[in-house]
């Protein structure tokens, strides 16, 4: 059974740094590009970025909007997928989601529950 | 970037009638492997996102085929046949066939 899991959200004051994990399962992460994708409340879903797997070079890519803020890394000997993010704003206030999209699967067809990041003073 | 623009945002339906949802993309999504990278989502409250349609019309695995997706180029269509009251939340269209990957505003289904 896939499964993604996402830990890492809470409370963050406006300029701090937060690290989200995906722990996944069910799968072969290794072959799996790792998507993040955002919903403030009240707001669309949002595409983040993406990290690609190793026969890929880990090929990263982000959201413009971002302003490179934010990084994906991933470990693979341990099938997680990270997000870090770094000159937190109130507008990163969102439920962040991890999704994977494998080499012979749809994008985005299991997503993780999602993990709360609240950025205020 | 692709903009996908999505009609109406909002709507109501009786259960047991059809819906209808557009999605028309800013640039064509068929791509040189002759498939069409459009796919559709469902946001239900206090749910992760899941996959309805992949590749316009195909239905995902476990998707009632009440279900329906169809279009081509730029201009695609989401057809529940007979809306059912799980049925409610935010349906998106996304498009996968270049970065950054993009939504559409989403539209609101509510039951009568």
Redesign the interface.
């Known amino acids: 059974e896939v499964q993604l899991v996402e830990s890492g959200g809470g409370l963050v004051q406006p300029g701090g740094s937060l690290k989200l994990s995906c722990a996944a399962s069910g799968f072969s992460f290794n072959d799996s590009a790792m998507?993040w994708?955002r919903?403030a409340s009240g707001k669309?879903?949002?595409?983040l970025?993406?990290i690609r797997g190793k026969a890929n070079n880990y090929a990263t890519?982000?959201?413009?909007s971002l302003k490179g803020r934010f990084t994906i890394s991933r470990d693979d000997s341990k099938n997680t997928a990270y997000l870090q993010m770094n000159s937190l704003e109130t507008e990163d206030t969102a439920l962040y989601?991890c999704?994977r999209?494998g080499t012979f699967t749809?994008?985005?067809?299991y997503?993780?529950?999602?993990t709360l990041v609240t950025v205020s003073s | 970037?692709i903009v996908m623009t999505q009609t109406p945002l909002s709507l109501s339906v009786t259960p047991g009638q059809p819906a209808s949802i557009s999605c028309k993309s800013s640039q064509s999504l068929l791509y040189s492997d002759g498939k069409t990278y459009l796919?559709w989502?469902l946001?239900k409250p206090g749910q992760?996102?899941?996959?309805l349609i992949?590749?316009v019309s195909n239905r995902?695995s476990g998707v009632p085929d009440r279900f329906s997706g169809s279009g081509s180029g730029t201009d695609f269509t989401l057809k529940i046949s007979r809306v059912e009251a799980e049925d409610v939340g935010?349906y998106?269209c996304?498009q996968?066939i270049q970065?950054?990957?993009?939504?559409?505003?989403?539209t609101k289904v509510e039951i009568k």
């Open positions: 998507h994708v919903q669309g879903l949002e595409w970025g993406r890519a982000y959201a413009a989601y999704t999209h749809s994008p985005f067809d997503w993780g529950q999602g | 970037d796919f989502y946001l992760p996102p899941q996959l992949y590749e995902f935010v998106y996304m996968n970065l950054p990957r993009t939504f559409g505003q989403g």
